[in-house]
T-cell receptor, first 112, second 114 residues
């Protein structure tokens, strides 16, 4: 499978626990922040995004929190399941630019 | 609906060889991009295109060429492969308007340069 897990921060949780994955950013001009999930051997998949004028956004079992004061973004996954095991990337889009800048990723391991 | 299709899935090259990584999407997306993924480095943008006939450089463009003659296809060319180009390559697409943050990724091409 993929070797993207090497050298990555890893979060290990038990099935049913809540997971919190963190991301720091540096560009105050970022307009959108996005979370992607990458399962082993696959391409990244969009999970949820949040605009810079929001503090919180909820999806199905996921919540993204944005703290612009400390330039911090988090992804909360409720009732984590083994199928949530993957590498999670945060990405940012700077206002006026069409491209995304990705973070280095965090591996989430869920034990049954 | 196939989404984003990348070929080949695996490739081994010798230093100095050339090859083209293919990417095609059937969602009529204007924006397409190529990333490389190395352990511990996340995804780094190589080249991108906001529409047919328009391409631009990303963060790590050296050693790679692209062209965009149609909306559907965005091939990535390695003119003279180097071991430093050993990586996993992902192609992605998204619309220019509307859901701009939802990029659709292909399954990747795993390239080894010996």
């Amino acid at each position: 499978g993929e070797s993207v897990g090497l050298h990555l921060p890893t979060l290990s949780v038990q099935e049913g626990d809540n997971s919190i994955i963190n991301c720091a950013y540096s560009n105050s001009a970022s307009d959108y922040f996005i979370w992607y999930k990458q399962e082993s051997g696959k391409g990244p998949q969009f999970i949820i995004d949040i605009r810079s004028n929001m503090d919180k956004r909820q999806g199905q079992r996921v919540t993204v929190l944005l703290n612009k004061t400390v330039k911090h973004l988090s992804l909360q996954i409720a009732a984590t399941q083994p199928g949530d095991s993957a590498v999670y990337f945060c990405a940012e889009n700077v206002r006026g630019y069409s491209t995304l800048t990705f973070g280095k990723g965090t591996m989430l391991l869920v034990s049954p | 609906n196939a989404g984003v299709t990348q070929t080949p899935k695996f490739q081994v090259l010798k230093t100095g060889q050339s090859m083209t990584l293919q990417c095609a999407q059937d969602m009529n997306h204007e924006y397409m991009s190529w990333y490389r993924q190395d352990p511990g480095m996340g995804l780094r943008l190589i080249h991108y295109s906001v529409g047919a006939g328009i391409t631009d450089q990303g963060e790590v463009p050296n050693g790679y060429n692209v062209s965009r003659s149609t909306t559907e296809d965005f091939p990535l060319r390695l003119l003279s492969a180097a071991p430093s180009q050993t990586s996993v390559y992902f192609c992605a697409s998204r619309p220019n308007q509307g859901a701009k943050n939802i990029q659709y990724f292909g399954a990747g091409t795993r390239l080894s340069v010996l």
